[in-house]
């Protein structure tokens, strides 16, 4: 490859767990070695490339690696986060986003959710996954079925833009008289040895919702396809490279070698094993403790966390 080009690579696996393995291990050995603005002095390079992953069964077992950043609990609040608006409050109002550095609040100037349900053009709030709902219910095949993040008045002065920009969606005929719901998300940028991982628990469930709504809407039968993932820039920070690469003269194994010591069994957990905790972690996360926590949960918002706990209860959910 050219000196200076960024590397696109591919990823391509059954489950999210080894995809996300393979991920790692690919930008560590091919991605470009290059500077980020979150670097601190003492920092080295990033590890930097193009990605494009495919999860042919997003939710295959087993759906999670044992290896990320936050706890179970904490991952359910999020999956709440995106899916639901669990924490569309915590934004801060527009008045205070334009302010940029200015301002002194330190709320969020987004979440997810917010932007791909409650999308704000001036005095017009759209959401877009409904849509796409519609839009799919109504001509499968559509290519128009999207739904976007970035907003060019807000996001380019503030410290912490989307790294998520865009939803695509489309049904396939099954052959059987249904339909097969592919999702495509794309990103500017990505920590994927942070971020990743807990990202695409929460769009796959979103994925699932968005193929209920739709099967519920036209009737017929519609199943999850392959989720594919592209990023922009899909990195490993500097900052991370002692965990990856460990420290031989301590006895500390890096990422691989923890990787290798370990069948990929006892690398991952099942839904079955997971799902208690994302109910109750039992240190405070999870979708009970949740609830007690946060009085200000607006009450819309709060019914929907309800009912997925409710659901999620139920024997045969998988989360």
Same mark, same amino acid.
């Given at each position: 490859m050219k000196s200076g080009n960024i590397p696109v690579l591919k990823i391509c696996e059954d489950t999210i767990p080894s995809a996300y393995e393979k991920a790692i291990k690919a930008v560590w050995d091919n991605g470009i070695s290059i500077r980020t603005e979150y670097d601190r002095p003492e920092d080295p390079p990033s590890r930097d490339a193009t990605v494009i992953i495919c999860v042919n069964r997003p939710f295959s077992q087993p759906r999670f690696h044992r290896s990320f950043a936050d706890g179970l609990g904490g991952l359910a609040e999020y999956v709440m986060e995106v899916v639901h608006g669990a924490h569309d409050y915590w934004v801060k109002p527009l008045e205070e986003i334009v302010k940029a550095s200015d301002s002194k609040d330190t709320r969020w100037t987004y979440t997810y959710h917010e932007r791909l349900f409650e999308y704000k053009i001036e005095d017009k709030i759209v959401n877009q996954i409904d849509y796409l709902i519609n839009k799919l219910s109504q001509t499968g095949y559509t290519r128009r079925a999207q739904a976007i993040t970035w907003n060019p008045k807000l996001d380019p002065p503030t410290e912490d833009p989307p790294c998520l920009q865009r939803v695509w969606g489309r049904l396939c005929e099954d052959g059987e008289g249904g339909y097969v @719901? &592919?999702? &495509?998300?794309?990103?500017?940028?990505?920590d994927l040895f942070k971020a990743w991982f807990e990202n695409v628990i929460? #769009?796959?469930? #979103?994925?699932?919702?968005?193929a209920e709504a739709i099967s519920k809407k036209i009737g017929k039968r519609v199943s #999850? %396809?392959?989720?594919? =993932?592209?990023? =922009?820039?899909?990195?490993?920070? %500097?900052?991370? @490279?002692?965990?990856?690469e460990g420290d031989p003269k301590k006895g500390i194994k890096s990422f691989f070698e923890r990787l290798e010591s370990r069948s990929f069994k006892d690398r991952t957990w099942d839904s079955k094993f997971v799902k208690p905790y994302f109910i109750n972690d039992g240190i405070g996360k999870g979708l009970k403790t949740m609830l007690e926590r946060e009085n200000e949960m607006p009450a819309k918002v709060r019914a929907a966390v309800q009912?997925? #706990?409710k659901e999620m209860e139920k024997e045969d959910y998988i989360v």
């Open positions: @719901f &592919n999702m &495509n998300t794309h990103w500017r940028s990505r929460a #769009l796959t469930t #979103l994925m699932r919702k968005t #999850l %396809g392959r989720y594919v =993932d592209i990023c =922009d820039s899909m990195h490993i920070y %500097g900052s991370y @490279f002692r965990e990856i009912q997925e #706990l």
